[in-house]
T-cell receptor
């Protein structure tokens, strides 16, 4: 298995632009998580899905952030409009209920908003 | 929600010595406690985990202990090696019954092992 796949790996954009991050979970995994990592706030859960349905989005910082999971093999995290304080590494992770359920992290997307 | 505190934030040890990282959590219903290792520029990777019905678990040089009464758990690395240098994160998962709960992470410990 290729593991969790994220794209792009690096994104540099200007303030006000729309940013879309993409994730393909491990095949067969029924949970998908979006995390954000910064020096100031550490590793934060933004939102997670179970069988494509959002379970908890209380970590989404504000209305500028949205996430979708149209099918079991694809999810997006969108920021519109982006701001410099959104600069961070965004990790997607997936897990399987029948195991311990620990997230398997993707390689991350390093986002820089100028 | 759950609150996970992790100490120390930085830890330096000599190669061959032991390293201990401690975490506390606030929600007594939390039932799963993983530890992740993150090397510079890489993704967090699970190194060991423990469930709330177990007090201790060991995997070669790594061990984790859990004290449910005191609501704290610790990571122990023996015979440290330079390649153990990384940031280590503890986490606690809230109990949501049949649905997986959120994982709450500590702020991380930067471990440096000097040769």
């Amino acid at each position: 298995d290729a593991g969790v796949i994220q794209s792009p790996r690096h994104e540099v954009t200007e303030m006000g632009q729309e940013v879309t991050l993409r994730c393909k979970p491990i095949s067969g995994h029924d949970y998908l998580f979006w995390y954000r990592q910064t020096m100031m706030r550490g590793l934060e859960l933004l939102i997670y899905f179970n069988n494509n349905v959002p379970i908890d989005d209380s970590g989404m910082p504000e209305d500028r952030f949205s996430a979708k999971m149209p099918n079991a093999s694809f999810s997006t995290l969108k920021i519109q409009p982006s701001e410099p304080r959104d600069s961070a590494v965004y990790f997607c992770a997936s897990s399987l209920t029948s195991s311990s359920g620990q997230p398997n992290f993707g390689p991350g997307t390093r986002l820089t908003v100028l | 929600g759950e609150n996970v505190e992790q100490h120390p934030s930085t830890l330096s040890v000599q190669e061959g010595d032991s390293a201990v990282i401690k975490c506390t959590y606030s929600d007594s219903a939390s039932n799963y406690f993983p530890w992740y290792k993150q090397e510079l520029g890489k993704r967090p990777q699970l190194i060991i985990d423990i469930r709330s019905n177990v007090g201790e678990k060991k995997d070669q040089r790594i061990a984790v202990t859990l004290n449910k009464t005191a609501k704290h758990f610790s990571l122990h690395i023996t015979e440290t090696q330079p390649e153990d240098s990384a940031v280590y994160f503890c986490a606690a998962r809230e109990n949501r019954g049949s649905t997986l709960g959120r994982l709450y992470f500590g702020r991380g410990t930067q471990l440096t092992v000097w040769p």
